[in-house]
């Protein structure tokens, strides 16, 4: 096992509303190691992108971190002055946000803007920044990079958007990039290249990533590891081949349940009954208590379940986990 260079420890993250809390994440715990893909996979809503923020201390107002920690190379992130975030944002950690379109300066050349990340960090002349714009652009697959670079956003497609924004998230470096949903507002064909950048980052620069994602497609070509969200919390985590192979808790089988298979002769997709709890509202129990076909007594009288470790390296947070070759009724 390689070494950890991003170790997430029971973060809390909330929102002050007239209502009461909006508890966005809740104690997730997730390990990130050098050069891995690691994919965060739920539904809309579940915290994804509010973990991804937190990460790199951004979320939006009235968002805070509550409790928990986070450490990238062993430096405690949460206890960083800004001088030091900055530092740290785009240089150690960075982020592909998952509006290509709205994450780029309208105003702006995209070369101009891959040329602010380098001068943000790097001590050097105004032609070395252009130049080597140009060739970030070139890197990820851009025709014609040095007429690009004097484009805005605008006239660019979203795919060309989302290879500038890669550009910008891979310009210095960086040990981990966060890649929220990259490839959501992308047809198949530019999504399948927008892959392919990203598996090159990992496999010519060694970088770590973590993929937030809801397309399973993805997850299996793409990442090492899967950590499986739910209102806010990890239900399980493991290797991709043993959570998809054998999944263990009641909500990654029925998410994985849902998929087609060529190789069923069920005519009809499964669906997961009832909806997610209202993130305000959260109880002390397990949150997918109403929708699971397995809970038990158990389940209704106690706090939700920490992750336990279920196989060799698979993790999961249930009282009464799947065993292997268990079926639901239809």
Excluded at 80 to 91: F, I, K, N, P
Excluded at 111 to 137: F, N, T, W, Y
Excluded at 216 to 238: C, K
Excluded at 295 to 302: F, L, P, V
């Amino acid at each position: 096992m390689s070494e950890p260079v991003l170790q997430v420890d029971n973060l809390h993250c909330h929102f002050a509303t007239k209502e009461g809390p909006v508890k966005a994440v809740n104690g997730v715990t997730l390990t990130l190691e050098q050069g891995k893909v690691m994919a965060v996979v739920g539904e809309s809503g579940c915290g994804k992108t509010t973990l991804a923020l937190a990460i790199l201390r951004l979320l939006p107002f009235p968002g805070q971190i509550t409790d928990g920690s986070i450490q990238f190379e062993g430096q405690n992130v949460l206890g960083m002055s800004e001088a030091d975030l900055r530092r740290l944002r785009g240089r150690s950690i960075s982020m592909i946000f998952q509006d290509p379109v709205s994450g780029l300066n309208p105003v702006l050349p995209v070369g101009k803007q891959v040329e602010e990340i380098l001068a943000s960090h790097l001590d050097i002349p105004k032609r070395e920044q252009r130049a080597r714009a140009v060739d970030l652009l070139r890197q990820v697959g851009l025709p014609e990079p040095e007429r690009i670079a004097t484009q805005y956003p605008f006239h660019l497609s979203g795919g060309m958007c989302q290879r500038v924004m890669i550009a910008m998230a891979t310009a210095l470096n960086p040990k981990v990039v966060i890649a929220d949903e990259p490839t959501s507002a992308l047809d198949v064909t530019v999504q399948a290249q927008i892959l392919t950048e990203l598996e090159n980052l990992r496999r010519q620069r060694g970088t770590s990533i973590l993929l937030i994602t809801h397309d399973l497609g993805v997850v299996a070509q793409m990442a090492d590891e899967v950590a499986i969200m739910y209102a806010g919390s990890v239900v399980e985590t493991g290797t991709v081949a043993s959570v998809f192979r054998s999944p263990r808790h009641p909500y990654t089988w029925a998410l994985l349940s849902t998929l087609p298979r060529i190789d069923s002769e069920r005519s009809h997709l499964r669906a997961i009954p009832g909806s997610p709890p209202s993130l305000l509202n959260l109880g002390e129990e397990c949150p997918f208590l109403p929708r699971c076909s397995k809970a038990m007594t158990r389940c209704r009288q106690e706090p939700a379940p920490a992750l336990v470790e279920v196989d060799a390296g698979q993790w999961a947070a249930c009282y009464n986990p799947i065993f292997q070759g268990w079926q639901a009724t239809d």
